[in-house]
């Protein structure tokens, strides 16, 4: 059974910063891509950063510059490092995990399974 556990959600003053992690566990072998994704009340479910399986990664306009996704060498723990919040970055934030070799994407639908997400709140 695959199960995508989040941590590392908080509040932060606008210009902080918080790491969020991923633990990654049951899924088979090492191809597939991972990213984050944020959900803020009453707007869709949106995709934030992504990497592939072969450490390619892509990121959404809004965080490209402030925001890393990384992961360890297991591929068994995924980061986010978020660097300048700002308060539009409040939501709650889910990691997502696509089956297969597959390029970096921040499309929902795309990806098989999720964790149960983490708050983040950023203040002004």
């Known amino acids: 059974q695959v199960q995508l556990v989040e941590s590392g959600g908080g509040s932060a003053q606008a210009g902080g910063s918080l790491t969020l992690s991923c633990a990654v566990s049951?899924?088979?072998?090492?191809?597939?891509?991972m990213a984050w994704f944020r959900q803020a009340p009453g707007k869709e479910r949106e995709g934030v950063a992504a990497i592939g399986n072969d450490g390619f990664t892509t990121y959404a306009d809004s965080v490209k510059g402030r925001f890393t996704i990384s992961q360890d060498t297991p591929k068994t723990t995924l980061f986010l490092q978020m660097n300048r919040l700002k308060p539009e970055d409040t939501a709650v934030y889910y990691c997502g995990l696509r089956r297969g070799s597959c390029f970096p994407t921040l499309g929902v639908r795309q990806y098989n399974y999720w964790g149960q997400g983490t708050q983040v709140t950023v203040s002004s």
């Open positions: 049951g899924y088979p072998n090492s191809r597939n891509c």
